[in-house]
């Protein structure tokens, strides 16, 4: 079976690393993250649309836009037009960042959220073309919370401490960032809308019921929370795959952005190791009953019946990105 990871960054271009593919039968969806208002987050764009080209059949890529430059009356539309090269690019979706929301001030000093008007015609530009919006919105609840060793996302905000919101009441909460994310996916329910790593509501499935139920435009993908999977009642989660089997995408989250080549061997090897793991541990944990240890966490696997995997790792990937 095919199988979709429809969350990665990974420049997968060495004979090793294509083989590997082949073998196992998987095709990446690679991912544009805008970091700057001027394009140099299109370096990554340039690698996903030449693996595309060449093996078309191995890798999928999706968009972004610039970061707003709010002095630019012609913002928007310099980000319409880069979208409709990429679509003609190949790009099957766009996508929009944390850093909206948690990290970007309008001229007035506030914050800027995803549901601001200024980007309402770039919003509006993916729906027109038939594409897709992915939306990493926010961060993990724990974000929020008191860094405490052993849970999921230590080790990141342990590295980045720029992204730990603890402590900073002065930046957006993460209610106020579900509130301003609703607010959007309810304003365009034409529009396919993907909320990366189980759209920041990975600490209860019960959250995301929630949306599926008031917004049919919407669903998830699984990247980067298998530890916080992990941590509730596996007879729960097993519940809400099997009830919203159509909405929820696999993806692996995995980074590694370097031509392949210029990576030193050893470490290479490492890291291919690392995103092996990844792919193993999600296949364990949805596909079987043993226990599966990711990281701190262990847990039950969740069985899924063959139909629902199927769903989760191709045919739902196929339907919330048409052209994948
Ligand atoms: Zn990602």
Redesign the pocket.
């Known amino acids: 079976m095919l199988r979709i990871d429809a ?3 990974f420049n997968a271009d060495s004979p090793e690393a294509l083989a590997h593919l082949e073998r196992n039968d998987l095709k990446l969806l690679n ?1 544009c ?1 805008a970091q700057d208002s001027h394009g140099g987050w299109r370096k990554d764009a340039g690698h996903w649309i030449a693996l595309a080209r060449a093996h078309p059949n191995r890798f999928g890529w999706i968009t972004s836009f610039d970061l707003p430059r709010f002095e630019d009356e012609h913002y928007a539309e310099a980000c319409i037009e880069g979208l409709e090269r990429d679509f003609h690019d190949g790009a099957v979706g766009v996508k929009i960042w944390k850093n909206i929301g948690m990290e970007v001030k309008k001229p007035d000093g506030s914050w800027m959220y995803p549901d601001d008007p200024l980007l309402t015609p770039i919003v509006e530009c993916v729906e027109r073309h038939g594409k897709t919006l992915l939306m ?1 919105i926010a961060e993990p609840l724990g974000c929020w919370r008191p860094l405490v060793p052993g849970t999921p996302h230590y080790g990141y905000y342990k590295a980045h401490p720029e992204w730990h919101m603890y402590g900073k009441p002065e930046n957006a909460s993460h209610e106020r960032l579900m509130e301003a994310r609703d607010a959007l996916v309810a304003r365009h329910p034409r529009l396919r809308m993907i909320g ?1 790593h189980f759209a920041s509501l990975e600490y209860d499935v019960a959250e995301m019921a929630t949306r599926f139920e008031a917004y049919p435009n919407f669903a998830v993908d699984t ?2 929370r298998l530890g916080d999977m992990l941590m509730q009642d596996s007879k729960k989660v097993r519940r809400f795959f099997l009830d919203f089997q159509d909405r929820i995408l696999y993806g692996t ?1 995995y ?1 590694n952005t370097k031509p392949q080549a210029e990576v030193n061997p050893a470490v290479a090897k490492n890291d291919f190791a690392y995103f092996r793991e990844l792919t193993d541990s999600w296949w364990a944990y949805l596909t079987g009953t043993a226990k599966v240890k990711f990281g701190e966490q262990e847990n039950e696997g969740l069985g899924l019946p063959a139909s629902v995997v199927e769903k989760v790792y191709f045919s739902n990937a196929r339907l919330w990105y048409p052209g994948l």
């Open positions: 969350h990665i960054h991912i993250v990493h990366a990247s980067a989250d980074v």
